[in-house]
């Protein structure tokens, strides 16, 4: 090979050096230009563009690129072809030069602008409204002498509490059962209702009889004191209670003539057909007796 053609050689790599020096830097400033129109798009800042070195462009491929978060209002004007929240804008370095970061230029989108929904006006019917009249002087003066009614006030009188003195009462000698029962038949016998509730108080049976098995209301019954009947059936005494001849306390009020012990007596229950021993009824004994009220009334309850 000769010295002129390998001259000629290197005068044509030399050259060709050269232009790829060139092409390339023709490149990076171009991105750089771009990146800086978008970040003056998206901040509404100004910024001028200058000539950059070979260096310049050396120390921006070395520095990493910084990330900022892209607010809502941002990314309604410029959004960001990725799906997330995030993406790379330029932001100004507060040294020289400024860095260019390359991002993929997205296409941007016109804001939707919603129509605001106008809503018809419904005219709405006038009020008549009343002329005011003002009353006559004769109605302000009634107006103004009627009588207004007050509630009366009603004041219970104060009563002073009396004073009672506790009395002790001397305990009573407990009395054995049978002695209140013999008391009770005698308080039967004489109608006192009194002594009838003392002994009933106190212990005394209702039901309980003597020798010949005659309680307390059969006595009453055979006396007539309605009063004393009344009580004891109402303290529990049975209206069917037989004796040893079978006489029930209607048996001694039919007997001995007392129609209103006797109704006393069915309307707590007694048996109007109840036989004693010898076979009689209350109505037969009223009838035998002559007692014809009596005998009337127990035939009209369904005596026999």
């Not at 970061?101 to 804001?111: E, I, S």
């Not at 002329?131 to 009563?159: G, I, L, S, W």
């Not at 009395?167 to 039967?188: F, Y």
């Amino acid at each position: 090979m000769s010295k002129s053609s390998l001259s000629l050689f290197i005068i044509l790599s030399i050259f060709m050096l050269s232009a790829c020096t060139s092409t390339v830097r023709n490149a990076n400033y171009t991105l750089y230009k771009s990146r800086l129109q978008a970040q003056s798009y998206v901040t509404g800042k100004r910024y001028n563009i200058r000539p950059i070195t070979s260096r310049q462009v050396q120390r921006v491929k070395r520095a990493p690129p910084r990330i900022q978060r892209v607010s809502t209002r941002q990314q309604a004007y410029c959004p960001t072809p990725s799906s997330t929240s995030y993406s790379r804008v330029i932001r100004k370095p507060a040294y020289q030069p400024r860095k260019v970061v390359r991002r993929t230029q997205a296409a941007y989108k016109r804001p939707v602008v919603r129509k605001v929904k106008q809503y018809r006006k419904v005219s709405k019917r006038p009020v008549a409204r009343k002329v005011y009249q003002r009353p006559t002087r004769q109605a302000r003066v009634q107006y103004r002498a009627r009588p207004v009614y007050k509630r009366p006030v009603v004041r219970k009188t104060y009563v002073t509490p009396q004073r009672t003195r506790v009395r002790h009462q001397p305990i009573a000698p407990k009395i054995p059962v049978t002695e209140l029962n013999d008391r009770l038949l005698s308080a039967a016998k004489a109608g006192n209702i009194n002594q009838i509730n003392a002994l009933l108080r106190q212990g005394a049976q209702v039901n309980r009889g003597n020798q010949s098995r005659e309680t307390a209301l059969h006595m009453a019954a055979a006396l007539g004191r309605n009063a004393a009947v009344s009580l004891l059936l109402q303290k529990g005494a049975n209206p069917n209670a037989t004796t040893t001849g079978g006489w029930t306390p209607l048996h001694s009020a039919a007997r001995f003539r007392h129609r209103q012990a006797a109704s006393l007596l069915i309307a707590r229950g007694a048996q109007i057909n109840a036989r004693n021993s010898q076979g009689k009824t209350p109505t037969a004994l009223a009838q035998q007796v002559g007692a014809n009220a009596t005998a009337a009334m127990l035939m009209a309850q369904g005596g026999r």
